[in-house]
């Protein structure tokens, strides 16, 4: 009986859960001309191919467009910083789909827009939502995503070129956190709301090479983590399916609770 | 006592069903320069912006792309045929990402390449599996995903230009089956192993006027379809979200099983 009334208990806790109406919450930028793309990247360019009534009575439109893989809201394949690792259409489905955890920076990179995200920010958040589980899309809110797409604010310059990538400046991830969540945690992917997962004032962008390395996709100019709750989140990351690329755009929907 | 029987019995059916690992199923053709474009289409185009070990000693690679947004696996947003309906980044997210049936006419298109779904063909559907409910993705397999990236088999030409527009070969969706879907079942979306929803021989492009004005989306040049059942189907169909596109670039996956 006691078994009995233990399952009527779960399945009133299930069923209402399962009808419920989880919303989905759109984790992407939209691409234009006005889009972030890194100072030395040629920004998004999109032609007009035909747009209006046809001979034949119908409307019609159709455009191209042309930008580089990693402008805009995009993926980091692992072979964009480490030879021989998957590019990325060889990204596995299960590294892109799956359940993640927010981890709130916001706080630290409003007080230091160089501010980098540190082993024991990871351990703090343990501290409150328990051990990140092994396979997690680690999302990192830094709070950056109400900067777009002003680029002064954004990428800390507006400046284009060589000019601008000095003067980058923007929070990250730190080279030690990067390796512990790689090897520590074996997580499957991390997300960050800036242009880049190392931060702007990188030169040698070991975050990247920690995590690339070990086959680890980033997703890069992410936005509305303040939507999602720290745990419990279930996220889909689809980029284009480039054969042979570096990374390319990427839409990344996200919704709380487990599907 | 028999609500929790009953109880226990739903129990030891959803436990079982949640735990187990469904496979997610990659519906996309990757994109690269032998992917198959519309016949008036530019051709799919990478450039390498750099690939190589740096002066600071680690390896990077960045590639730069341009394209038609109607090539490849792609989606045809309400304004590629429909003025003032909706583009790429407006569709809503419950029109790429829900439950989807799978309707296979395989065996008419291998008869007859010019063949037009009708009608009777999801009627026929439906007294096996059950009316189609109202919000899905309708998924048609005609077979043809085989024939890529073969121009010759899959178009039905490799000619290019007008001549190949002239030439064009391959099943689709006849119009007033469209209008059927759009107005008798209310679906979200359609989907398609072909170049386009229209069949090949198509001038008035007559079944995407019927699903675009009524701004329903449309997936193209999908693959993989043998690969899940007729119903219990779960898609999710995310486009580049290119501000005012007519459509774009189309990563889509799907599982058997609700999430």
Same mark, same amino acid.
């Given at each position: 009986?006691?078994?009995?009334?233990?399952?009527?208990?779960?399945?009133?806790?299930?069923?209402?859960?399962?009808?419920?109406?989880?919303?989905?919450?759109?984790?992407?930028?939209?691409?234009?001309?006005? $889009?972030?793309? %890194? &100072?030395? =990247? *040629?920004?998004?360019?999109? #032609?007009?191919?035909?747009?209006?009534?046809?001979?034949?009575?119908?409307?019609?439109?159709?455009?191209?467009?042309a930008t580089a893989e990693h402008g805009g809201t995009h993926l980091d394949a692992p072979v964009h910083f480490a030879k021989g690792r998957r590019s990325v259409d060889q990204v596995p489905l299960d590294q892109l789909i799956g359940d993640a955890v927010v981890v709130d920076v916001s706080a630290a990179a409003a007080r230091d827009r160089d501010y980098r995200i540190q082993v024991r920010d990871f351990q703090a958040w343990e501290a409150r939502y328990g051990r990140i589980p092994v396979g997690s899309i680690v999302l990192?809110?830094?709070?950056? $995503?109400?900067? %777009? &797409?002003? =680029? *002064?604010?954004?990428?800390? #310059?507006?400046?284009?070129?060589?000019?601008?990538?000095?003067?980058?400046?923007?929070?990250?991830?730190?080279?030690?956190?990067?390796?512990?969540?790689?090897?520590?945690?074996?997580?499957?992917?991390?997300?960050?709301?800036?242009?880049?997962?190392?931060?702007?004032?990188?030169?040698?962008?070991?975050?990247?090479?920690?995590?690339?390395?070990?086959?680890?996709?980033?997703?890069?100019?992410?936005?509305?983590?303040?939507?999602?709750?720290?745990?419990?989140?279930?996220?889909?990351?689809?980029?284009?399916?480039?054969?042979?690329?570096?990374?390319?755009?990427?839409?990344?929907?996200?919704?709380?609770?487990? &599907?």
């Amino acid at each position: 009986m006691k078994q009995l009334l233990a399952a009527w208990g779960l399945l009133a806790f299930i069923l209402p859960a399962a009808a419920e109406d989880r919303r989905w919450v759109d984790l992407t930028h939209d691409l234009s001309s006005e $889009s972030v793309f %890194w &100072p030395t =990247a *040629a920004p998004f360019r999109m #032609t007009t191919d035909f747009a209006g009534m046809t001979e034949r009575g119908y409307y019609y439109s159709a455009y191209s467009f042309a930008t580089a893989e990693h402008g805009g809201t995009h993926l980091d394949a692992p072979v964009h910083f480490a030879k021989g690792r998957r590019s990325v259409d060889q990204v596995p489905l299960d590294q892109l789909i799956g359940d993640a955890v927010v981890v709130d920076v916001s706080a630290a990179a409003a007080r230091d827009r160089d501010y980098r995200i540190q082993v024991r920010d990871f351990q703090a958040w343990e501290a409150r939502y328990g051990r990140i589980p092994v396979g997690s899309i680690v999302l990192l809110r830094t709070g950056f $995503s109400r900067y %777009w &797409p002003d =680029a *002064a604010d954004y990428l800390g #310059t507006d400046l284009r070129g060589l000019a601008g990538v000095a003067a980058l400046s923007f929070p990250g991830l730190h080279e030690e956190a990067a390796t512990w969540l790689a090897t520590e945690r074996k997580i499957a992917s991390v997300g960050i709301d800036t242009a880049s997962i190392d931060y702007g004032k990188s030169r040698d962008f070991a975050a990247h090479v920690a995590l690339m390395t070990r086959n680890i996709p980033a997703f890069e100019n992410i936005t509305n983590l303040e939507q999602l709750p720290a745990t419990g989140v279930f996220v889909v990351a689809l980029p284009v399916k480039i054969r042979g690329g570096s990374g390319g755009p990427l839409r990344i929907v996200a919704r709380a609770g487990e &599907p």
